[in-house]
């Protein structure tokens, strides 16, 4: 059964704090995603990659940087957290080429005071 | 810009109602996507097509590839239906992002 993992379900954190967010996937996957959540929004996308070591930017990605050391292992990093990045934050991975199917991973609401 | 359209917004129904969820895009595209999420956040792929029709339990999904236009249809719709419904499109030209529609969220009646 696949998997897509993240490191905490919630989160609480200060203004001006760093804030790690990870995930994981166990399908070998090349590509990874970062989306954050929002009512009236929908799902945004802040950071992929399509391979270790390489990342691009998505729609959204001021505020915060990605790392993605290991193919299965893909971090979201807030480098100086604020209350406009209160949100759900969702982690996602596919295999290579146009039309794959995304699995998505479980979700990080993060509340940011 | 690529954008792609949602409607109804929300959508409620009573127990055994048949359902229709429409999606419209605005460019070609490889692929369309529909989702489904529970509260609690987690996602879940329901179908991915990129023409005619996919059957799967009470669920139907449907693209018209020259009017730009899929709809996702519950049949003998549930209570454990209730979740928001996400359609999403590979355009032309991606290496595999999807572009999002803001979701239908579907609360079914018992």
């Known amino acids: 059964d696949v998997k897509v993992t993240q490191s905490s379900r919630y989160l609480v954190k200060r203004t001006g704090e760093k804030v790690f967010l990870e995930c994981v996937q166990d399908?070998?996957?090349?590509?990874m995603f970062w989306y954050r959540q929002d009512p009236g929004l929908g799902l945004r996308l802040i950071y992929f990659?399509?391979?270790?070591?390489?990342?691009e930017k998505g729609d959204i990605p001021e505020g915060y940087s990605v790392s993605r050391e290991k193919k299965e292992r893909f971090s979201l990093i807030l480098e100086s957290a604020s209350t406009n990045q209160t949100s759900m934050y969702l982690c996602?991975?596919?295999?290579?080429?146009?039309?794959?199917?995304?699995?998505f991973g479980p979700g990080t609401r993060l509340l940011v005071l | 810009k690529n954008e792609v359209e949602q409607s109804p917004q929300n959508l409620t129904a009573q127990e055994g109602e048949f359902i229709t969820i429409n999606c419209s895009y605005s460019?070609?595209?490889?692929?369309l996507h529909w989702l489904q999420q529970h509260p609690g956040g987690g996602i879940v792929s329901l179908f991915m097509?990129?023409?005619g029709k996919k059957k799967h339990g009470r669920l139907i999904a449907t693209i018209n590839i020259q009017e730009k236009h899929s709809s996702l249809h519950i049949t003998a719709s549930h209570p454990r239906d209730s979740a928001v419904y996400i359609c999403?499109?590979?355009?032309?030209?991606?290496?595999?992002?999807?572009?999002f529609g803001k979701g239908t969220k579907l609360s079914v009646k018992p």
């Open positions: 990659s399509y391979d270790v070591k390489m990342k």
């Open positions: 999403a499109v590979n355009y032309g030209g991606s290496q595999g992002n999807l572009i």
């Open positions: 097509l990129s023409s």
């Open positions: 399908m070998d996957h090349e590509n």
């Open positions: 996602a991975s596919s295999s290579p080429g146009q039309g794959a199917s995304q699995y």
């Open positions: 460019v070609g595209i490889s692929a």
